[in-house]
T-cell receptor, first 113, second 115 residues
Framework: GNSVTQMEGPVTLSEEAFLTINCTYT??????LFWYVQYPGEGLQLLLK?????DKGSNKGFEATYRKETTSFHLEKGSVQVSDSAVYFC????????????FGAGTRLFVKA | DTAVSQTPKYLVTQMGNDKSIKCEQN?????MYWYKQDSKKFLKIMFS???????INETVPNRFSPKSPDKAHLNLHINSLELGDSAVYFC??????????????FGEGSWLTVV
């Protein structure tokens, strides 16, 4: 069936470290892929997205490339800041059987000064 | 102006009570949702409405009843609250359901605690 799997957290990094959060998916066809971010006490908000294979989404220094051959959409950032501490969700919109977006389990990131 | 607003933000209530959460979006979107987030941050869709019509009911107990009086509003009523209903409930919306219009905009959440 359709699913999204992302690496378990928490991930703890020092400021300016390199970040990777892995996300793989299972789906029929070639869906769009999203990363959402949830800051403490807030709702989720779109971080970036890619709508087709080999597309790269980017925002706020974060990047993710839609890799059809490995069914992956890993999130990366070259130099994290304390303000990046949040929970990150990989998401897969499905158009079969109605419409819904399924979310990965979330990866909590802590960045230390 | 808040794009997706929901009230109340915090709700503490006793088991067995009935409560409602209201949601409004001012984005002109066609599709609205309710999501439930548990204490481990796991996010699960409950309901999806498109142009006031229910399109997804994700095996949610009958005690949960959504109501969409118009495209901009989607309220959630919960009967006979149970301890396991304690969670954060997010209202959300998207332009539509097709590619290019399916970015989801979330409200700030309603923290429900059942005691």
């Amino acid at each position: 069936g359709n699913s999204v799997t992302q690496m378990e957290g928490p991930v703890t990094l020092s400021e300016e470290a390199f970040l990777t959060i892995n996300c793989t998916y299972t789906a029929t066809g070639y869906p769009s892929l999203f990363w959402y971010v949830q800051y403490p006490g807030e709702g989720l908000q779109l971080l970036l997205k890619a709508t087709k294979a080999d597309d790269k989404g980017s925002n706020k220094g974060f990047e993710a490339t839609y890799r059809k051959e490995t069914t992956s959409f890993h999130l990366e950032k070259g130099s994290v800041q304390v303000s990046d501490s949040a929970v990150y969700f990989c998401a897969l919109p499905l158009s079969t059987g109605g419409f819904k977006t399924i979310f990965g389990a979330g990866t909590r990131l802590f960045v230390k000064a | 102006d808040t794009a997706v607003s929901q009230t109340p933000k915090y709700l503490v209530t006793q088991m067995g009570n009935d409560k409602s959460i209201k949601c409004e979006q001012n984005l002109g979107h066609d599709t609205m949702y309710w999501y439930k987030q548990d204490s481990k941050k796991f996010l699960k869709i409950m309901f999806s409405y498109n142009n006031k019509e229910l399109i997804i009911n994700e095996t949610v107990p009958n005690r949960f009843s959504p109501k969409s009086p118009d495209k901009a509003h989607l309220n959630l009523h919960i009967n006979s609250l149970e301890l396991g209903d304690s969670a954060v409930y997010f209202c959300a919306s998207s332009q539509g359901t097709d590619r290019g219009r399916n970015t989801i905009y979330f409200g700030e959440g309603s923290w429900l605690t059942v005691v």
